[in-house]
């Protein structure tokens, strides 16, 4: 049975990672509903918050190949009872809807609407919450013509966890990587090498 799953990909910050990510999902015909790629708290680290609707088994298989690219340090799936997740919505509506119609303004108070641009022509407004409460407040306005509506991708933190962060630093005191040496003919290479 398919369920709604975040995946979160921890991966170095390389160029074509993301393509090569996708393409494991192409490459099995499932969709990406939501994509967010940002800085993690580590340093150089970035994070993948992929949202899917999938079966278990297919998800966990295709952790498992995420997990096989070079550049990915780790992939964790999970259901939503299992993270914290959020999403910000913007709406764009006519200022003089808002002006002539208290009712509208105690609507957007109600969904929790603040305001982010207020101009002659237009308002815009963002709420920052679930799919459903933002889904909500567009049904609303619709009547009240509004203009343009956009939701970012999910983010989200998985409540049981203790962090990549502190697995990552455990795992570097447990196994430290080897120092580099430098190759003694380096500055050499006349000497070192015919041409």
Not at 48 to 63: D, G, P
Not at 125 to 146: A, H, I, M, S, W
Request: with cysteine; net charge negative.
């Amino acid at each position: 049975m398919k369920k709604e799953f975040t995946i979160t990909v921890y991966t170095e910050n390389q160029i074509g990672l993301l393509n090569r990510v996708a393409i494991i999902f192409s490459r099995r015909k499932i969709n990406i509903d939501s994509l967010n790629v940002s800085p993690s708290e580590i340093e150089g680290i970035h994070r993948f918050t992929i949202l899917i609707n999938e079966t278990e088994e297919v998800v966990r298989k295709l952790c498992r190949q995420i997990e096989k690219q070079i550049g990915v340090l780790k992939a964790y799936f999970n259901l939503d009872s299992e993270i914290i997740w959020q999403e910000l919505a913007l709406y764009k509506v006519p200022t003089e809807v808002i002006q002539e119609k208290a009712y509208v303004e105690r609507l957007l108070r109600e969904h929790g609407a603040s305001v982010v641009v207020l101009r002659k022509d237009y308002t815009v407004f963002e709420v920052v919450g679930q799919r459903q409460e933002t889904d909500k407040l567009v049904e609303v306005l619709q009547p009240y013509g509004l203009i343009e509506f956009v939701r970012s991708a999910r983010i989200a933190i998985i409540k049981d966890s203790k962090g990549f962060n502190q697995k990552l630093r455990e795992f570097e005191y447990r196994e430290p990587g080897e120092e580099v040496i430098e190759n003694e003919y380096l500055n050499q290479q006349k000497e070192v090498f015919t041409y």
